[in-house]
């Protein structure tokens, strides 16, 4: 029997942080960006655990993802590659896509710590001429090559695309939202369904260099018997200075789908 595919979507969420930070310094910004001429690029190292059953009960599956992130951006623009490092500790039935766990065999089997390089993501995205008081619109695409492993990876490619949104209320807060789908690979051992992600949240400038907030991410069901996806992730940022800067979050799932808890951190330089 073949078992059901469990996917989350956690780990995307460092990615679409360090997005929506961004454009919040683009908000508050305006004649900075304006102004700034060409592309500059950026470089991102980060490292992120996430630990859960992911639908198989007392089978608990923790992913170790490490990625290397190159941007390039420009004041309305930007295109970005991502190269993992991933370990996955857990039920030998369970591979990584996108930094977290999917279960592509049958039932649970005696567990396993497998680790190697990751799946490639590829992506970019640009900001729509922004009107005066007006949202800041975001529109971003994203493919993840099928590079990793056998063990590491589920050997398909999958694409995504979504459209985000940024106002301003205060000068110090900023609320946000996104809707976006996503389309998944699918083999002759397991069949996912493609659907519908969103984000709502908020970010408040506590300090000059500190940025906090928090956002609650849906994920559509991806196979009939499983449950939405739904997990809640505070965050800070700190910009130590103009070439580098600093993103931590935490999460908390809200279903049996999600991931159970998790962590990451980000250090991002500038030039």
């Given at each position: 029997m073949?078992?059901?595919p ?6 995307s969420?460092?990615?679409r ?13 305006p ?5 700034q ?16 059953d992911?639908?198989q ?5 923790s ?8 941007t ?5 623009w930007?295109?970005?590659?991502t190269?993992?490092f ?10 990584g ?6 279960v ?12 190697g390089f990751?799946?490639?993501l590829l992506?970019?995205?640009?900001y ?27 050997g ?10 940024y106002?301003p ?25 493609d ?10 400038k ?11 991410n ?12 739904l997990?809640v992730?505070?965050?800070l ?11 931590g ?7 049996k ?7 990451g951190?980000?250090l991002?330089?500038y030039?």
């Open positions: 073949i078992g059901l469990v996917r989350s979507n956690a780990l969420f460092l990615y942080s360090v997005v929506l930070v961004v454009a919040s310094f683009w908000l508050r910004a004649a900075h960006a304006q102004t001429q060409g592309a500059s690029p950026e470089t991102g190292i980060g490292a992120s655990y996430i630990t859960g992911y639908g009960p007392g089978e608990t599956t992913v170790v993802y490490a990625p290397l992130t190159v390039l951006r420009a004041p309305n930007r295109l970005e590659a190269a993992p991933i370990q996955i500790h857990g039920p030998s039935n369970v591979a896509a996108d930094g977290t766990p999917i592509v065999g049958g039932s649970p089997s005696s567990e396993s710590t497998r680790a990751g799946d490639v992506g970019g995205g640009f729509l001429p922004r009107a005066p008081n007006l949202p800041l619109f975001d529109l971003s695409a994203r493919v993840k090559l099928p590079t990793a492993a056998s063990d590491l990876g589920t398909r490619a999958d694409y995504s695309a979504q459209i985000a949104a106002q209320v205060t000068p110090k807060l900023l609320l946000m939202a996104s809707a976006g789908y996503q389309w998944l690979g699918s083999s002759d051992l397991y069949h996912l369904r659907g519908p992600t969103g984000m709502v949240g908020f970010n408040y506590a300090g000059s260099a500190v940025d906090a907030g928090a956002t609650l849906f994920t559509s069901r991806i196979a009939k018997d499983l449950d939405h996806q997990y992730s505070p965050y940022t700190w910009r130590a200075n103009r070439l580098f800067g600093v993103t979050y935490v999460l908390a799932g809200l279903t789908s999600s991931p159970t808890a998790g962590g951190i980000q991002t330089f030039r």
